[in-house]
């Protein structure tokens, strides 16, 4: 088992939809979980991170955590075309010795005018 | 600078060639990773680096795939003896201090090996 699973999609909304991203880890001791997005042919672009459970909002993009259900999510409210990108979901102990973020597989979204 | 530069951009090679491949990261930066990105895939770890001290290359595919960052800043990826599978985007990323809260990454080498 991967030790973050991302849903896989690709992704097709309409402009002004809500979107909803989603990944589960397996290792309970992770206490980071970021998000990054992608454009094409460009490196990853850090969203948010959250500690922790909880939210964590930013202007249209929320970051959940659910710390019991090792389940995070990205919401992006009345997306829009430029929102076109592939999303990847990432996580990071926070504490011992590995000190590098574990990925999702990203999911590719594209926001149609 | 002012983001995290890696080069060339693109690379092809001939299977059996050695590559490097280069990293400026933020000036100041002092952790700086390597990942390998699959096509359609997420970044996977390969090297970190904390200053000139390569702490964990616990990710490096095979003994073809070599490190360095030697006045720690800098940092080179060498993969001899290149094969197909090796054919992957290499992304660098550096943030300030240990850890990886914030890692700023360049936009990748893709390499090709044909």
New interface residues.
Partial sequence: QKE?E?DPGPLSVPEGAIVSLNCTYSNSAFQ?F?W?RQYS??????LM?TYSSGNKEDGRFTAQVDKSSKYISLFIRDSQPSDSATY?C?I?P?SG??????????TQLTVLP | GAGVSQSPRYKVAKRGQDVALRCDPISGHVSLFWYQQALGQGPEFLTYFQNEAQLDKSGLPSDRFFAERPEGSVSTLKIQRTQQEDSAVYLCASSLVQGNTEAFFGQGTRLTVV
Avoid: C, D, I, N
Wanted: avoid cysteine; aromatic fraction near 20%.
């Fill in positions: 973050v991302q980071y970021m990054y042919r460009k490196g990853p672009e850090l991170y990847l990432a990071y926070g010795s590995a000190r590098q973020l574990t990925f999702g597989s990203g």
